[in-house]
């Protein structure tokens, strides 16, 4: 499985990188990060599996769901 993790330099996101990544050895994760004041690289770098990718802190953000997994509607 490919999983973005947005906010992953940051204590919660990191946190739930590295409890993520020894369980599910086979994914991988992109670790999406701005790196404002509450985000720090070192947190997730070096990890397997783990991509890093820094953005930089946008004015909008366009979030697009994917139409539910049910039937039409």
């Known amino acids: 499985m490919n999983l973005l ?19 599910h050895t086979d994914d991988r994760v992109v ?18 599996g783990v991509t890093f990718a820094h953005v930089l802190p946008p004015s909008v953000v366009l979030n697009i769901p994917l139409s539910s997994l049910g039937p039409n509607r």
């Open 5 to 23: 993790v947005t906010g992953a330099a940051g204590f919660i996101g990191s946190n739930f990188v590295r409890y993520w990544v020894p369980q």
């Open 31 to 48: 670790a999406l990060a701005a790196l404002t004041y509450a985000g720090v690289r070192e947190n997730v770098d070096g990890l397997p």
